[in-house]
């Protein structure tokens, strides 16, 4: 549960840096079985909506993760 915690301040601090570069055009949700089942599902929504990044900014759970990212242009 602290990792967690730890993980969502981190992306949320990036986020605010990273921010200031790029114009934020969303967010996407998604989940998954594993961290990186999650990255690529935001990787293919990324990739439809036209984004050219994203930055995770919350991932949880036990046996089935769910995760937010934003979407920059």
Same mark, same amino acid.
């Given at each position: 549960? $602290?990792? @967690? $915690? /730890? *993980?969502?301040?981190a992306a949320a601090l990036a986020t605010?840096? #990273?921010?200031? #570069? &790029?114009? %934020? @055009?969303? /967010?996407? /949700?998604? =989940?998954?079985? =594993? !961290?990186?089942? *999650? %990255?690529? =599902? #935001?990787?293919?929504? &990324? &990739?439809?909506?036209? &984004? ?9 759970? %036990?046996?089935? !993760?769910?995760g937010t990212a934003i979407l920059y242009?």
């Amino acid at each position: 549960m $602290k990792t @967690i $915690k /730890t *993980l969502v301040v981190a992306a949320a601090l990036a986020t605010v840096s #990273f921010g200031s #570069f &790029a114009a %934020e @055009i969303g /967010t996407v /949700t998604a =989940t998954g079985n =594993t !961290l990186d089942g *999650l %990255e690529s =599902t #935001f990787a293919a929504k &990324a &990739a439809a909506a036209g &984004a050219s990044s994203y930055n995770t900014v919350a991932a949880g759970g %036990e046996n089935h !993760l769910h995760g937010t990212a934003i979407l920059y242009k």
